[in-house]
Nanobody, 115 residues
């Protein structure tokens, strides 16, 4: 069982940056994949970015070139660097880690992009 806690969300102006962090309660060295998803009001949860064990990353088209996912096994952390934020990036962001033992989610962190 792995517990995930996200942090780093908040209110930011358009064009600004935020870095989301996801702290895992246990080792994530053997993770099959790590990812970030988001859910805006009235919409379904959608994929933002994933990174598989081999290191290959995948980004949703709306965030390509602006967001970067990374993983630090030693610190048991997953990050999402978000640059050039837009109002349409406003959502609750969720961390996801797929382990051999199961699929785990954090509780989410709110990101609001507004002037």
């Amino acid at each position: 069982q792995v517990q995930l806690v996200e942090s780093g969300g908040g209110l930011v102006q358009p064009g600004g940056s935020l870095r989301l962090s996801c702290a895992a309660s246990g080792s994530i060295f053997s993770a099959v994949a790590v990812g970030w998803y988001r859910q805006a009001p009235g919409k379904e949860r959608e994929l933002v970015a994933t990174k598989i064990r081999s290191g290959i990353t995948n980004y949703a088209d709306p965030v390509k070139g602006r967001f970067t996912i990374s993983k630090d096994n030693a610190k048991k952390m997953v990050y999402l660097q978000m640059n050039s934020l837009k109002p349409e990036d406003t959502a609750v962001y969720y961390c996801n880690i797929q382990m051999p033992s199961g699929n785990y989610w954090g509780q989410g962190t709110q990101v609001t992009v507004s002037s």
